[in-house]
């Protein structure tokens, strides 16, 4: 059974900051690039972040860029978010998103996502 866990969420200051976690299971993690992507309530998805399988080519929204930092622990099939200098439009529920890719498909073979953690940047 396939499972995606965030956690580290929670409710924080501006400038503050944030570490997520997103613990996997069910699927061989090293070969999956992983994302984190967020959406406030009513407001469509965003992507954030991914790193690929190897953690060497990784890419952030130009939001985030300079704050957030990626990162994956292939021997404990986990993915980071660490999450500096926050702001209140970082304000949302981050999801932790799988997918693997066959060649040079343009479309995941298989792709999972977590059940999402709130953070909340407020005063």
């Known amino acids: 059974q396939v499972q995606l866990v965030e956690s580290g969420g929670g409710l924080v200051q501006p400038g503050g900051s944030l570490r997520l976690s997103c613990a996997t299971s069910?699927?061989?993690?090293?070969?999956?690039?992983m994302s984190w992507v967020r959406q406030v309530p009513g407001k469509s998805f965003e992507w954030v972040s991914d790193?690929?399988?190897?953690?060497?080519?990784?890419y952030y929204a130009d939001s985030v860029k300079g704050r957030f930092t990626i990162s994956r622990d292939n021997a404990k099939n986990t993915l980071y978010l660490q999450m500096n200098s926050l702001k209140p439009e970082d304000t949302a529920v981050y999801y932790c998103?799988?997918?693997?890719?066959?060649?040079?498909?343009?479309?995941?073979?298989?792709?999972?996502w977590g059940q999402g953690t709130q953070v909340t940047v407020s005063s």
């Open positions: 998103y799988a997918a693997y890719y066959r060649g040079s498909d343009h479309d995941p073979a298989y792709e999972y």
């Open positions: 069910g699927f061989t993690f090293s070969r999956y690039v």
């Open positions: 790193i690929n399988s190897g953690g060497k080519n990784i």
